[in-house]
């Protein structure tokens, strides 16, 4: 049987469909492309409207040929809704997606009883609510392991649906997570990227986040490369930033901004100063040479005046960030903003959000731009291409008569940059 597992939104949802992913090979499904599959599942997301648009479209789409599964936050929240586009979906709710790990070897049994594919996944009732169960030994879609060492949030931010779909934070026992990478070096990859809902709230009562980091570079080889996946600002301290002087953490960090209105921040339910942020800026460029720092911004947050927007472009661009997000702000059922009185205009909004889209081209091609002639590692990929560590996609240029091997680091030469290219010598 074949299966195409279809996923939206954070790099936890990534990781946690690299572990579906998995324990399906190892059951002995072949992975292949959405028109091929017999199951496709769908790893949702609800940040945005358009994402559960997005996800209902792909939904149709795939059951017009194949039986669907759809997991994830969307899912969560929106069950009735999923379920009414075809007669062909099964929905696994978020608190349910570990299920997902035990369906292959049932649906196997159960078609060779002689079930339908259908009946077969509908037949399934042993419903799994362990969040860390995700823990795959091979990842199908990356060259790259990820961790899941944190899962749901405590915060109550005002335009956010994902504290309500994934619940309150909890996190991974530090000695399961070092126990996880040794495995997960051990079975030679060179790079592991830390995940969860808001990674920077793990274990925030006790030795956080950054007390983690330093178990794992305690642990780990010279060899093995840790990348931090979206860092939320208000748990970010100088613990955890003082790990970023170890080479093997690698200068790429993503921040959610959303705005740099200290007024709008506050409106927005965001429990941190842009000082803070502009602190935390500063000191990863200390710790590393002209790292790749990104951001999430969200346009048009209610309450946002003219004022307020230029002190967001103003910090954004002050800050040269190598690449921004920007969403235009969508009011979603169930949080505190939903029914705020001081909306902005669609159109302003939106105007605002291609303005920020420009800006961050801009910001982009001059981060790149800089980058000529700088030494790098790069972590190979498909087809002689990879990523560098500061997050940049690359090709690879060898000398002649070698090819670049799958999930190896490599040192060379940033040599072009339209197109990025590092050339590796002999």
Same mark, same amino acid.
């Given at each position: ?18 572990? /579906? ?5 190892? !059951? ?40 669907? /599964?759809?997991? +994830? ?19 696994? =709710? ?7 790990? @035990?369906?292959?070897?049932? /649906? ?15 037949? #399934? ?6 969040? #860390? ?9 990356? @060259? ?81 490369? /840790? ?16 790990? $970023? ?22 409106? !927005? +339910?965001?429990?941190? =100063? ?16 002209? %790292? *790749? ?11 946002? =005046?003219?004022?307020? *927007?230029?002190?967001?472009?103003? *910090?954004?661009?002050?800050?040269? *960030? ?5 969403? %235009? ?23 605002? !959000?291609?303005?920020?889209? @420009? ?5 982009? @091609? ?6 000529? +002639? ?14 560098? +560590? ?8 060898? %000398? ?8 190896? $680091? ?8 339209? %197109? ?7």
């Amino acid at each position: 049987m074949n299966i195409f597992i279809y996923t939206l939104g954070c790099r936890l949802n990534q990781a946690e469909s690299e572990s /579906i992913a998995d324990r399906f090979h190892k !059951a002995g499904f072949t992975l292949s492309s959405a028109d091929d599959a017999d199951i496709v599942i769908v790893n949702s997301c609800t940040v945005t409207s358009k994402a559960e648009q997005k996800a209902r479209r792909m939904i149709r789409l795939f059951a017009k040929h194949a039986e669907v /599964i759809v997991t +994830g936050c969307y899912a969560q929240l929106a069950e009735d809704e999923i379920l009414s586009l075809s007669d062909k979906v099964t929905v696994f =709710s978020l608190k349910e997606k570990a299920s997902l790990l @035990s369906l292959p070897d049932h /649906i196997k049994s159960a078609v060779h009883s002689g079930l339908s594919i259908h009946d077969a996944i509908v037949s #399934f009732t042993t419903r799994s609510t362990d969040l #860390f169960a995700f823990d795959a030994s091979s990842f199908e879609y990356h @060259s790259r392991a990820y961790l899941k060492v944190q899962d749901g949030c405590d915060n109550n931010c005002g335009y956010c649906r994902t504290t309500i779909a994934r619940g309150s934070s909890v996190s991974l026992d530090a000695d399961e997570v070092v126990k996880r990478a040794k495995a997960i070096e051990e079975s030679g990859f060179h790079e592991i990227m830390l995940t969860g809902v808001n990674l920077t709230m793990y274990d925030h009562d006790g030795d956080g986040l950054g007390g983690l980091v330093e178990k794992l570079l305690a642990a780990l080889g010279d060899g093995m490369r /840790i990348r931090l996946s979206s860092m939320e600002p208000d748990h970010v301290d100088d613990r955890l930033l003082a790990t $970023l002087k170890d080479r093997r953490m690698q200068p790429h960090f993503h921040i959610p901004i959303q705005t740099a209105s200290p007024y709008v921040l506050r409106r !927005a +339910g965001r429990v941190y =100063s842009i000082e803070h942020v502009q602190y935390i800026i500063e000191k990863m460029r200390e710790f590393k040479d002209d %790292p *790749f720092i990104a951001c999430d911004v969200i346009a048009g947050l209610p309450g946002e =005046s003219e004022k307020d *927007f230029m002190m967001t472009y103003d *910090f954004l661009e002050r800050n040269k *960030f190598a690449a921004m997000h920007v969403f %235009p702000y969508s009011p979603r059922k169930g949080t505190p903003l939903y029914g705020a009185k001081d909306r902005v205009e669609e159109r302003v909004r939106d105007e605002r !959000a291609s303005v920020l889209r @420009s800006l961050s081209k801009r910001l982009s @091609s001059e981060y790149v731009g800089r980058q000529l +002639g700088k030494t790098v590692e790069i972590l190979a990929e498909k087809g002689n291409s990879g990523t560098t +560590g500061n997050y940049l996609k690359a090709g690879i240029a060898l %000398p002649a008569g070698r090819a670049a091997v799958e999930g190896m $680091l490599y040192e060379g030469v940033i040599t072009s940059v339209d %197109p990025v290219i590092v050339s590796v010598g002999p």
